[in-house]
Nanobody, 121 residues
Framework: VQLQACGGGLVQAGGSLRLSCAAS????????MGWFRQAPGKERAFVAV????????YVADSVKGRFTISRDNAKNTVYLQMNSLEPEDTAVYHC???????????????WGQGTLVTVSS
């Protein structure tokens, strides 16, 4: 499956962005989907995961209550709604697909190219 993320940009602290990740190729609805982020000088970190049917989600503690993951299988797209953004959320955000419902990036077989989110203070 090929993944294309978009929706990043520059936003002030307290603002919102919605990232999208469009999939093509293998049936999107068979994959669990995750969002990860990599800040400058840091390792890639888990942000959120949603199961293939969209009935189960989990988000990292650092974004709980602020970020929401969702998907539309009819549109082959997964979303990350980010509210109350903080400068610490500045990173390149990647979507990824996995046959497993996982928080660990090594379990993800397919990755998008990433979209940059910059939050100014």
């Amino acid at each position: 499956v090929q993944l294309q993320a978009c929706g990043g940009g520059l936003v002030q602290a307290g603002g919102s962005l919605r990232l999208s990740c469009a999939a093509s190729g293998d049936p999107f609805s068979t994959y669990n989907m995750g969002w990860f982020r990599q800040a400058p000088g840091k390792e890639r970190a888990f942000v959120a995961v949603i199961n293939s049917g969209g009935s189960s989600t989990y988000v990292a503690d650092s974004v709980k209550g602020r970020f929401t993951i969702s998907r539309d299988n009819a549109k082959n797209t997964v979303y990350l709604q980010m509210n109350s953004l903080e400068p610490e959320d500045t990173a390149v955000y990647h979507c990824a697909a996995s046959s497993r419902y996982s928080l660990f990036n090594h379990n993800y077989q397919y990755w998008g190219q990433g979209t940059l989110v910059t939050v100014s203070s």
